[in-house]
């Protein structure tokens, strides 16, 4: 029932942020209210005192990605005083001195940032958040901030492969002597509709063109599906399994489905893919990692949290009432998964 509920009401608010700044622009507040349990259990596992959501499963490091789950978790349940802690922490502790990108990681022993590559999925997760809080709160500061990482985004982390426009993981390190390595989960379909409208003149809509057609031309094994992490041949434009990756759909890929179904952009034939394994293993003893060349398994069960996104991807806003519950994931990854699919099945409607 409460599910039922909380669905009926986020479809009618889901509205209200599509308008943008208008008249009824604080609908969602006065309807949506604070205290959503997923939420608030996710804030007490996950979310320090000082903004800052940490990767339990990883010697609680902390990550932009994690930072941009958190932002858009707090901007979809009305939560500003979370948000605007954990975006206070990002900026801080994680932005750029000469830009508006975020160093990807960060961890509890000094020095906390060593390395200052960005990850282009947790920009882009961001920069959704922002985007939703700005129209929630009606805030042009979320806005413009979110168009400066757009912009930096656009300058820095597309590039031309051959006759593909790809986005980078991030702004350097993925170029190899022959080929490029890209990441298909960092396609988050419904973040680049967002940074399309945010800078229309920039290259989105050809990003996300062209990561569908990398998406369909990518798919390997037995149950055809796609790696963690991609290479592309920069004369043949041949696409293979990257080496010094293990060549697997996993931890990774598994966001591909969620952000493609998300993005109303999912292909028929990676649906018919995850529904074969599905049947195979059933969704309760679904695999962690799939070897795409020997066809070979994990040991060990995959997290509540991919099944949450098998669900979603194979029933779209049917999936709610089956979705798994958050407190069945104990680490920061299946946990955020699971409540990233539940938002994707209400907004599916």
């Avoid at 074969?276 to 398994?297: C, K």
């Amino acid at each position: 029932m409460f599910r039922s509920m909380v669905r009926r009401q986020f479809c009618r608010d889901s509205l209200v942020l599509s308008a943008g700044f208008s008249a009824t622009g604080n609908a969602f507040a006065q309807t949506q209210g604070l205290g959503d349990p997923d939420w608030e259990l996710y804030k007490k596992r996950f979310l320090r005192p000082e903004g800052r959501i940490v990767d339990t499963g990883n010697h609680d490091v902390s990550h932009s990605e994690g930072q941009g789950y958190g932002l858009l978790f707090a901007s979809t349940f009305n939560d500003q005083i979370a948000f605007d802690k954990i975006w206070n922490w990002t900026r801080e502790n994680l932005k750029h001195k000469d830009g508006n990108l975020h160093s990807w990681r960060w961890t509890p022993t000094a020095p906390h940032v060593t390395d200052t590559n960005n990850a282009t999925d947790g920009d882009l997760m961001i920069v959704w958040a922002l985007r939703r809080a700005a129209i929630l709160w009606r805030s042009e500061s979320y806005l413009d901030q979110a168009k400066a990482i757009v912009r930096d985004l656009a300058q820095k982390c597309v590039r031309k492969v051959g006759s593909r426009v790809v986005l980078m993981p991030g702004m350097k390190g993925f170029d190899r002597p022959k080929s490029t390595i890209v990441n298909l989960s960092y396609y988050l379909m419904p973040a680049l509709d967002r940074a399309a409208l945010l800078d229309p003149d920039g290259p989105w809509k050809t990003v996300i063109e062209h990561g569908q057609q990398l998406l369909q031309a990518s798919r390997f094994g037995l149950w055809g599906l796609p790696p963690d992490w991609l290479a592309i041949d920069r004369k043949s434009e041949r696409l293979v399994p990257a080496s010094n990756y293990f060549p697997r759909f996993s931890y990774d890929a598994i966001r591909i489905p969620l952000y493609m179904k998300w993005g109303k952009r999912m292909p028929a034939s990676l649906t018919q893919s995850l529904y074969a394994v599905s049947q195979n293993y059933s969704m309760t003893a679904l695999p962690a990692w799939i070897d795409l060349m020997t066809g070979e398994r994990s040991p060990y069960n995959a997290p509540p949290g991919f099944r949450a996104v098998y669900l979603v991807a194979l029933n779209g806003a049917d999936a709610l009432p089956d979705l798994p519950e958050l407190k069945e994931s104990d680490d920061y990854y299946s946990s955020s998964l699971t409540l990233l699919s539940r938002i994707a099945s209400m907004e599916l409607v």
